[in-house]
């Protein structure tokens, strides 16, 4: 059931919450594990720590590593140098278990959303149950060493087992409060974490421990437990989505079903009970191959459209898990199962614990060689002059980026001094998201962050989400130039129109509360000048409530209301539309593409995604009183968008622009603002100690 549920999830196939066969296999993993050390406390008085990490290396590693090394190789030659890369970085965590913690700190990142999922991202789950493992032998020997204690003093006959089930208890409640109060907060980062998931594996593992208690249920009604169990998991599967969050107390449910499948199956009668169709041959021998077909079959997924030329259908997506099911079923009777006999590493659990540090090791090799045979990022261009524009003679600052940007649209070769290189670019954000001025997740209080000249008495704001952030660099220098105080408020993923937004198809709440925090802030601050950017989210665009209607959509009407809060909350205020989106995240297309770098460059048609509503928005600003900035210019000649000017790589991802360009934009906005800049100058000479004048 677990391993069905997961790959019909990840093929799309009409299981919205398949991801719950991983909490599942937590579950299956959790009893199973536990069974097997309780089996042997019972019968030998101790548990050989040695034993059982050699028998989870032997269980584990080959088949793990064989996938690793095969999708290594295949990430080098069919993702571009880059991709790869990133690819090596991912198995080289997932080769030490810590798969989960790289991935949630790479996730989390606002600024990675557009990074394509990685073909060993499953290994999340691996590296959460290999850490529960390191601990749990650790805790069961603590347990016993505890009851030692108390029957020597009490001289009692006390179950040492009592003492477990008390730990692991606790560990298990701890977690899933955790789980659950966390659920909104952080749902990347809890996602992924041992933390949210512990209560899942112990729950396998009190099942295991409880299981004497089974064997008073009446055979009938455990069959029943055993049927609604499967109920549980199947309810869960079918209602759930990427919008539940999750783990949470949602997790309850399959694991809930997982444990009364398990529990009540040790007794049920197979005729009353879920083993009629889960004890069938067809289940039982896709349950032995389930974690060949686990590790198999997302690699083939996520590789197979850079083999195929084209993203996968749903028939394609079901038809490479099939061929995926074949490459498990083969890894597990010519690896995975002969490896697990071999009796010479059972019987000396040393030698298992160094096979496992050899297999570990090839794993870490293999990414090792693999960078420079697959992933060379050599620029095959000469370096060449940074762009400086400078007003001089009859040439204006637009004549002259308009002239670079023609020139970028035939860049072929990629210079050998771009700036930011390739493999900095998904790293360089702007210093104010480095440092939390651009407030990220379910925080909502901008903290008002101050830069520019901090003495001044002349403020400006920056007010927008991440697509406005990325003006900062160059806002900031205008504002050293001019002597204002600049203060950032700004939050990813929420625009400053006031209008809902919709994430994973429900309401993401703190994009209101953030929006009115920084209003309050703005009109208190009356600064001299707003200047306002955002996204268009015009798909995940929800009416917000007290919003007046009348202009055109939910988008416009949200525009309009954020417009007019400024013009009488601010003295001036300036609106810069969003900016042109690629097709592909830049420095991956780049990378690939280093000798001739035109097929990363897109049609003007398709950089503008909306370009009627930004006529509209430009006609609200200016019916607002509200100087508006149509950047498109800025970015791009009137037929194509390039992704490189001389030695500036202009996008970090499809839709942000590095601080680099930014920065080299600087004199153009300055020029575009002209007039607002000597009206405040005027300001501060008529009033020079007044503030925000």
Same mark, same amino acid.
């Given at each position: 059931?677990?391993?069905?549920?997961v790959?019909?999830?990840?093929?799309g196939?009409?299981?919205?919450?398949?991801?719950?066969?991983?909490?599942?296999?937590?579950?299956?993993?959790?009893?199973?594990?536990?069974?097997?050390?309780?089996?042997e406390?019972?019968?030998?008085?101790?548990?050989?720590?040695?034993?059982?990490?050699?028998?989870?290396?032997?269980?584990?590693?080959?088949?793990?590593?064989?996938?690793?090394?095969?999708?290594?190789? &295949? #990430? %080098?030659? $069919?993702?571009?140098?880059?991709?790869?890369?990133?690819?090596f970085? *991912?198995? !080289?965590? +997932?080769? @030490?278990?810590?798969?989960?913690?790289?991935?949630?700190?790479?996730?989390?990142?606002?600024?990675?959303?557009?990074?394509?999922?990685?073909?060993?991202?499953?290994?999340?789950?691996?590296?959460?149950?290999e850490?529960?493992?390191?601990v749990?032998?650790?805790?069961?020997?603590?347990?016993?060493?505890?009851?030692?204690?108390i029957?020597?003093?009490?001289?009692?006959?006390?179950?040492?087992?009592?003492?477990?089930?008390?730990i692991?208890?606790?560990?298990?409640?701890?977690?899933?409060?955790v789980?659950?109060?966390?659920?909104?907060?952080?749902?990347?980062?809890?996602?992924?974490?041992?933390?949210?998931?512990?209560?899942?594996? &112990? #729950? %396998?593992? $009190?099942?295991?421990?409880?299981?004497?208690?089974a064997?008073?249920? *009446?055979? !009938?009604? +455990?069959? @029943?437990?055993?049927?609604?169990?499967?109920?549980?998991?199947?309810?869960?599967?079918?209602?759930?989505?990427?919008?539940?969050?999750?783990?949470?107390?949602?997790?309850?449910l399959?694991?809930a079903?997982?444990?009364?499948?398990?529990?009540?199956?040790?007794?049920?009668?197979?005729?009353w009970?879920?083993?009629?169709?889960?004890?069938?041959?067809?289940?039982?021998?896709?349950?032995?191959?389930?974690?060949?077909?686990?590790?198999?079959?997302?690699?083939?997924?996520?590789?197979?459209?850079?083999?195929?030329?084209?993203?996968?259908?749903?028939?394609?997506?079901?038809?490479?898990?099939?061929?995926?099911?074949?490459?498990?079923?083969?890894?597990?009777? $010519?690896?995975e199962?002969?490896?697990?006999?071999?009796?010479?590493?059972?019987?000396r659990?040393?030698l298992?614990?160094?096979?496992?540090?050899?297999?570990?090791?090839?794993?870490?090799?293999?990414?090792?060689?693999?960078?420079?045979?697959?992933?060379?990022?050599?620029?095959?261009?000469?370096?060449?002059?940074r762009?400086v524009?400078?007003?001089?003679?009859?040439t204006?600052?637009?004549?002259?980026?308009?002239?670079?940007l023609?020139?970028?649209?035939?860049?072929?070769?990629?210079?050998?001094?771009?700036?930011?290189?390739?493999?900095?670019?998904?790293?360089d954000?702007?210093?104010?998201?480095?440092?939390?001025?651009?407030?990220?997740?379910?925080?909502?209080?901008?903290?008002?962050?101050?830069?520019g000249?901090?003495?001044?008495?002349?403020?400006?704001?920056l007010?927008?989400?991440?697509?406005?952030?990325?003006?900062?660099?160059?806002?900031?220098?205008?504002?050293?130039?001019q002597?204002?105080?600049l203060?950032?408020?700004?939050?990813?993923?929420?625009?400053?129109?006031?209008?809902?937004?919709?994430?994973?198809?429900?309401?993401?709440?703190?994009?209101?509360?953030?929006?009115?925090?920084?209003?309050?802030?703005?009109?208190?601050?009356?600064?001299?000048?707003?200047v306002?950017?955002?996204?268009?989210?015009?798909?995940?665009?929800?009416?917000?409530?007290?919003?007046?209607?009348?202009?055109?959509?939910?988008?416009?009407?949200?525009?309009?209301?954020?417009?007019?809060?400024?013009?009488?909350?601010?003295?001036?205020?300036?609106?810069?539309?969003?900016?042109?989106?690629?097709?592909?995240?830049?420095?991956d297309?780049?990378?690939?593409?280093?000798?001739?770098?035109?097929?990363?460059?897109?049609?003007?048609?398709?950089?503008?995604?909306?370009?009627?509503?930004?006529?509209?928005?430009?006609?609200?600003?200016?019916?607002?009183?509200?100087?508006?900035?149509?950047?498109t210019?800025?970015?791009?000649?009137?037929?194509?968008?390039?992704?490189?000017?001389?030695?500036?790589?202009?996008?970090r991802?499809?839709?942000?622009?590095?601080?680099?360009?930014?920065?080299?934009?600087?004199?153009?906005?300055?020029?575009?603002?002209?007039?607002?800049?000597?009206?405040?100058?005027?300001?501060?000479?008529?009033?020079?100690?007044?503030?925000?004048q």
């Amino acid at each position: 059931m677990a391993v069905v549920l997961v790959v019909l999830f990840h093929c799309g196939a009409w299981i919205p919450g398949g991801y719950v066969g991983v909490d599942v296999f937590f579950v299956i993993s959790g009893f199973l594990i536990t069974t097997q050390l309780v089996r042997e406390l019972r019968q030998t008085g101790r548990i050989s720590l040695c034993g059982f990490y050699a028998r989870r290396a032997r269980r584990i590693l080959p088949a793990a590593t064989l996938t690793t090394v095969v999708t290594v190789v &295949a #990430a %080098g030659l $069919l993702l571009s140098p880059l991709s790869a890369i990133r690819v090596f970085g *991912d198995a !080289r965590a +997932a080769a @030490v278990f810590g798969a989960n913690i790289h991935f949630a700190a790479r996730d989390a990142n606002y600024f990675n959303a557009d990074l394509p999922p990685s073909p060993l991202q499953h290994y999340w789950s691996l590296s959460v149950e290999e850490q529960f493992y390191f601990v749990w032998p650790l805790l069961l020997v603590l347990s016993s060493l505890v009851w030692l204690g108390i029957r020597h003093r009490s001289r009692s006959p006390q179950p040492r087992f009592r003492v477990v089930i008390v730990i692991l208890a606790t560990v298990a409640g701890l977690s899933l409060a955790v789980s659950v109060l966390d659920a909104t907060r952080s749902a990347t980062v809890d996602y992924y974490s041992l933390a949210t998931r512990a209560w899942e594996l &112990a #729950a %396998g593992a $009190l099942v295991a421990l409880s299981l004497p208690l089974a064997a008073r249920l *009446d055979p !009938r009604l +455990a069959g @029943v437990l055993t049927w609604t169990g499967v109920a549980c998991i199947a309810t869960a599967a079918m209602i759930f989505s990427n919008s539940t969050p999750y783990p949470g107390d949602a997790a309850l449910l399959p694991v809930a079903g997982a444990v009364a499948i398990i529990f009540a199956g040790s007794v049920a009668r197979k005729r009353w009970g879920a083993e009629a169709l889960l004890g069938t041959a067809p289940f039982q021998r896709v349950g032995a191959w389930s974690y060949s077909w686990y590790l198999w079959h997302w690699p083939v997924l996520i590789l197979a459209p850079a083999l195929l030329g084209h993203s996968l259908s749903k028939l394609e997506a079901l038809t490479m898990a099939l061929i995926s099911l074949v490459i498990a079923v083969l890894s597990f009777v $010519l690896v995975e199962r002969p490896i697990r006999r071999i009796q010479t590493f059972a019987r000396r659990p040393s030698l298992g614990l160094a096979g496992g540090g050899v297999l570990v090791a090839t794993s870490l090799a293999a990414v090792t060689l693999a960078g420079p045979v697959f992933a060379s990022l050599r620029a095959a261009g000469p370096a060449v002059a940074r762009p400086v524009l400078v007003s001089h003679g009859t040439t204006s600052l637009t004549a002259q980026l308009s002239a670079d940007l023609r020139a970028g649209v035939q860049t072929r070769r990629v210079p050998s001094n771009l700036d930011p290189s390739l493999t900095a670019a998904p790293q360089d954000d702007p210093v104010i998201a480095k440092n939390g001025c651009l407030l990220v997740d379910s925080a909502v209080k901008s903290r008002g962050c101050v830069y520019g000249d901090k003495t001044s008495h002349t403020s400006v704001v920056l007010f927008g989400d991440s697509h406005g952030s990325v003006w900062f660099p160059a806002l900031n220098r205008i504002s050293l130039q001019q002597g204002w105080r600049l203060v950032v408020m700004a939050k990813s993923g929420c625009p400053a129109a006031a209008v809902n937004v919709v994430r994973h198809g429900s309401l993401f709440t703190n994009c209101p509360i953030w929006r009115q925090d920084a209003e309050r802030q703005i009109a208190a601050l009356h600064p001299a000048l707003v200047v306002v950017a955002y996204s268009q989210y015009l798909n995940g665009a929800r009416p917000l409530a007290g919003v007046p209607t009348g202009y055109g959509s939910t988008w416009l009407d949200g525009t309009e209301a954020t417009f007019r809060f400024l013009h009488h909350a601010a003295a001036r205020v300036v609106f810069i539309t969003d900016v042109p989106m690629l097709t592909q995240v830049a420095p991956d297309c780049v990378s690939g593409h280093m000798s001739d770098v035109r097929p990363c460059t897109v049609a003007r048609s398709i950089g503008i995604r909306y370009p009627g509503v930004t006529h509209q928005e430009l006609q609200l600003a200016r019916r607002n009183h509200i100087d508006g900035i149509n950047s498109t210019p800025w970015f791009c000649t009137p037929v194509r968008c390039p992704v490189i000017v001389d030695n500036i790589l202009m996008y970090r991802d499809a839709q942000h622009m590095t601080p680099q360009w930014s920065r080299f934009l600087t004199p153009v906005l300055a020029d575009a603002i002209k007039p607002i800049i000597r009206a405040i100058n005027a300001d501060r000479a008529i009033a020079p100690g007044a503030r925000n004048q």
